[in-house]
């Protein structure tokens, strides 16, 4: 089992910026690969960003791209998401995701584990 705990969340003006944190416990954090997605009223979860276990590669959705930047420490157990630019479309809840074996993925049903999720909030 794997606990992840996401924060960094909050309300921000569009252009502002954010930087998202996920800490993990419970196993070893370098055999996952990690992943941010996003839950918008309404509307179904969705892909944002996606790092490797030893942090050689990096996916990002279209809609993010050039904007959000993710990252990972392995010496701290934890995972990032800088957020950049954010438009009034950003705002969601994001939860972190881990996935065994390392490899990234876009698809929500191949991670094994969730954090709880962290609100974001950017108003126009």
């Known amino acids: 089992q794997v606990h992840l705990v996401e924060s960094g969340g909050g309300l921000v003006q569009a252009g502002g910026s954010l930087r998202l944190s996920c800490a993990a416990s419970?196993?070893?954090?370098?055999?996952?690969?990690m992943g941010w997605f996003r839950q918008a009223p309404g509307k179904e979860r969705e892909f944002v960003a996606t790092?490797?276990?030893?942090?050689?590669?990096?996916y990002y959705a279209d809609s993010v791209e050039g904007r959000f930047t993710i990252s990972r420490d392995n010496a701290k157990n934890t995972v990032y998401l800088q957020m950049n630019s954010l438009k009034p479309e950003d705002t969601a809840v994001y939860y972190c995701?881990?996935?065994?074996?390392?490899?990234?993925?876009?698809?929500?049903?191949?991670?094994?584990?969730w954090g709880q999720g962290t609100q974001v909030t950017v108003s126009s």
């Open positions: 790092i490797s276990r030893t942090a050689g590669t990096t």
């Open positions: 419970g196993r070893t954090f370098s055999t996952y690969a």
């Open positions: 995701a881990a996935r065994w074996g390392g490899v990234t993925s876009h698809r929500d049903r191949e991670y094994d584990y």
